[in-house]
């Protein structure tokens, strides 16, 4: 089975664009969650996204949004980018609704210039 | 409120054992997890745990939780090289919580450093 993947793994933007990662799970995963990691704050929970329902949302701002397709691919956005959103985005993929077992992909590296 | 702790940094030599340990404040957690980050790398799921049990023990790996003292600890036998990396502990709701669905609270990581 192939693990989660995560394009593009590497992206380089400059403050004010925006941005569009993405997240195929594990074949049969329904729920998807974007976590941010970055040296200052360490892994921080995004948003959960399950049956194309965002179904918690962690304490970030409203530029960063997120939706679910109907084949359980996940996209994350984030608008107006700010020199602190430099960070290694990623995504988690696991079965269910209250699933034990969440599987990592490898990560999209965003640095803002 | 959440907060998972973790130690900086351990250092051990090859062929010895390695304990990382990690105290969580938030006694609802049903789930404990230990992944590994190797550098560049996504988290690799490591092992977890149930918030009934007091220790889980996979091949090399063995989990030990004080529920008591919110404390686990992810003990790693003859530990080789290539075990370098950064170590998490996280925890979650999910089952005790639907709401809290598949949330994930980490700590801030322990590096590994293995001498040969």
């Known amino acids: 089975k192939a693990g989660v993947t995560q394009t593009p793994r590497y992206l380089i933007k400059t403050r004010g664009q925006q941005v569009t990662l993405s997240c195929s799970p594990i074949?049969?995963?329904?729920?998807v969650s974007w976590y941010q990691q970055t040296p200052g704050q360490g892994l921080q929970f995004l948003f959960e996204?399950?049956?194309?329902?965002?179904?918690n949302k962690g304490n970030f701002p409203g530029r960063f949004s997120g939706r679910q397709f109907s084949n359980s691919r996940s996209e994350m956005n984030v608008s107006t980018l700010e020199l602190g959103d430099s960070a290694l985005y990623l995504c988690?993929?696991?079965?269910?609704?209250?699933?034990?077992?969440?599987?990592f992909g490898p990560g999209t590296r965003l640095t803002v210039t | 409120g959440e907060d998972v702790e973790q130690s900086l940094f351990l250092s051990v030599r090859e062929g010895d054992s390695s304990v990382i340990n990690c105290t969580y404040t938030?006694?609802?957690?049903?789930?404990l997890y230990w992944y590994k980050q190797e550098p560049g790398a996504g988290l690799q799921l490591l092992t977890y745990?149930?918030?009934?049990?007091d220790m889980k023990q996979d091949q090399r790996l063995t989990v030990l939780l004080n529920k008591k003292d919110k404390h686990l600890s992810l003990r790693i036998a003859d530990t080789q090289t290539g075990d370098s990396a950064i170590y998490f502990c996280?925890?979650?709701?999910?089952?005790?919580?639907?709401?809290?669905?598949?949330?994930?609270?980490f700590g801030g990581g322990t590096r590994l450093m293995v001498k040969p």
């Open positions: 988690a993929s696991s079965l269910g609704q209250s699933s034990y077992e969440q599987y």
């Open positions: 074949s049969g995963h329904r729920s």
């Open positions: 996204y399950f049956s194309e329902t965002q179904r």
């Open positions: 938030d006694s609802s957690s049903t789930y």
């Open positions: 745990i149930f918030s009934n049990m």
């Open positions: 996280a925890e979650s709701k999910g089952l005790m919580n639907n709401n809290a669905g598949n949330m994930l609270t």
